[in-house]
């Protein structure tokens, strides 16, 4: 355990009576914007990892404009403010861009930090299918990976209330900042984790392996419950997938 520095900025949400997990000390922090929510057809427009520190201070900071070589669709560009103008006048090549995400993110881990991304499914699976469409090389599993949405629904799971990241930060009182910039997002969702790993120290598993491999049982569990609720209340043949953190 790594006890809190004093100047640490955690608010109503955070317990910060309590030692902050060593496994939450450092984070590597990742989020993209996208020209849709499919992950098998979506192409990535903006993406930013950062590591965090013990007190949320950011460490590193990694951000992305990809021109992503097909028209970005309105509906998108209205919610993270990037059109196709703009991602061809200066965004990067994609294959160039993707290549380097993936690279910093293999590097992330490779230096013992854990992916965080929240929401983890779309974003991971989302770049290994770019990664694939570009020939761009990427692990078969990535590990340790932990999702602050993931952890939010399995500790606080009756709570009333949206699980977006704009509703869960607000909860814990972590400032959002720009919301639907990547680099914001990226870096609220750790802030959020640190929260969490705060406030529920005496139930998360305190490694990292252990609670990489507990979140794969959570996010099925999850699913199942979802997929029951989901058929007896509106459609019977409704399909919930709870593969994680990777699906396809």
Same mark, same amino acid.
């Given at each position: 355990?790594?006890?809190?520095?004093?100047?640490? !900025?955690?608010?109503?949400?955070? /317990?910060?009576?309590?030692?902050?997990?060593?496994?939450?000390?450092?984070?590597?922090?990742?989020?993209? %914007?996208?020209?849709?929510? /499919?992950?098998?057809? #979506?192409?990535?427009?903006?993406?930013?990892?950062?590591?965090?520190?013990?007190?949320? +201070?950011?460490?590193?900071?990694?951000?992305?404009?990809?021109?992503?070589?097909?028209?970005?669709?309105?509906?998108?560009?209205? &919610?993270?403010?990037?059109?196709?103008?703009?991602?061809?006048?200066?965004?990067?090549? #994609?294959?160039?861009?993707?290549? =380097?995400?993936?690279?910093?993110?293999?590097?992330?881990?490779?230096?013992?930090?854990?992916?965080?991304?929240?929401?983890?499914? @779309?974003?991971?699976?989302?770049?290994?299918?770019?990664? #694939?469409?570009?020939?761009?090389?990427?692990?078969?599993?990535?590990?340790? &990976?932990?999702?602050?949405?993931?952890?939010?629904?399995? @500790? /606080?799971?009756?709570?009333?209330?949206?699980?977006?990241? %704009?509703?869960?930060?607000?909860?814990?009182?972590?400032?959002?900042?720009?919301?639907?910039?990547?680099?914001?997002?990226?870096?609220?969702?750790?802030?959020?984790?640190?929260?969490?790993?705060?406030?529920?120290? !005496?139930?998360?598993?305190? +490694?990292?392996? +252990?609670?990489?491999?507990?979140?794969?049982?959570?996010? =099925?569990?999850?699913?199942?419950?979802?997929?029951?609720?989901?058929?007896? #209340?509106?459609?019977?043949?409704?399909?919930?997938?709870?593969?994680?953190?990777?699906?396809?």
């Amino acid at each position: 355990m790594s006890e809190v520095p004093d100047n640490i !900025d955690l608010t109503k949400g955070c /317990d910060v009576t309590k030692p902050l997990p060593l496994w939450a000390t450092h984070l590597a922090v990742f989020d993209t %914007e996208t020209t849709g929510v /499919d992950t098998a057809e #979506a192409r990535i427009v903006s993406a930013a990892i950062a590591l965090l520190g013990p007190a949320g +201070e950011v460490l590193e900071r990694y951000d992305w404009l990809l021109d992503p070589g097909v028209p970005i669709p309105e509906g998108a560009a209205n &919610v993270h403010g990037i059109t196709t103008e703009i991602a061809q006048a200066s965004g990067i090549d #994609a294959s160039v861009g993707v290549a =380097q995400i993936a690279a910093q993110l293999r590097e992330m881990i490779d230096r013992g930090y854990p992916i965080v991304a929240y929401n983890a499914p @779309f974003d991971l699976t989302l770049i290994a299918a770019e990664a #694939a469409r570009h020939g761009v090389a990427w692990p078969a599993e990535v590990s340790p &990976v932990v999702d602050p949405l993931l952890l939010d629904k399995q @500790f /606080d799971r009756y709570r009333k209330g949206k699980r977006t990241l %704009e509703a869960v930060a607000a909860h814990y009182g972590v400032d959002l900042g720009n919301a639907h910039d990547a680099g914001e997002d990226a870096i609220a969702a750790g802030r959020v984790l640190q929260c969490i790993a705060l406030k529920y120290a !005496d139930v998360a598993p305190p +490694e990292l392996d +252990e609670l990489h491999q507990a979140q794969i049982g959570w996010s =099925q569990a999850q699913a199942e419950n979802f997929q029951a609720y989901m058929r007896r #209340a509106r459609d019977p043949q409704f399909v919930a997938d709870g593969r994680w953190p990777v699906r396809g």
